[in-house]
């Protein structure tokens, strides 16, 4: 199984090698279109994550002790970004979760179409998925202690 980590130097190169600026983002684009859309009565204010330009809705859950993450966004590119992380983190061992250095954006030319909300967005979908799997690793570090 690769780590979350693996999987992002995975997305990086994809990204790179589908070209150009306008290539990359049409790449992430594509990976809009591969996230389920969540339905209208599960996208609440109580679930919106905040410091987003755009609406994001984020629902965090434990399956064998990983988290899996449903999430929804009124725009695309923030769409493709959650995709980008549920295919990094969904099933994933929560430290190696809170170990990864989520850092695929300044890697690559999507750079150019994040501007400072954007990345304050993002930052603020990843620390809410590492706090989760923080508390998945505390809670099992609670139970064996």
Not at 33 to 60: A, I, N
Not at 65 to 83: F, K, Y
Not at 92 to 118: G, M, W
Request: proline share 4%; net charge negative.
């Amino acid at each position: 199984m690769e780590t979350p980590q693996e999987i992002q130097e995975r997305i990086i190169g994809e990204i790179t090698q589908s070209g150009d600026p306008f290539d990359q983002f049409n790449y992430l684009l594509m990976k809009a279109s591969q996230l389920d859309e969540m339905p209208d009565e599960r996208k609440v204010e109580d679930v919106l994550v905040k410091d987003c330009q755009s609406q994001v809705w984020l629902y965090l859950r434990e399956v064998d002790g990983c988290p899996v993450i449903e999430a929804d966004s009124d725009t695309l590119m923030i769409r493709g970004t959650i995709q980008i992380l549920k295919d990094m983190f969904d099933h994933q061992p929560p430290e190696a979760v809170v170990a990864c250095d989520v850092d695929y954006i300044k890697r690559t030319d999507l750079a150019y179409a994040f501007d400072s909300k954007r990345v304050a967005g993002q930052v603020a979908i990843v620390g809410r998925i590492k706090r989760f799997a923080q508390s998945l690793v505390d809670r099992r570090g609670g139970a064996d202690a």
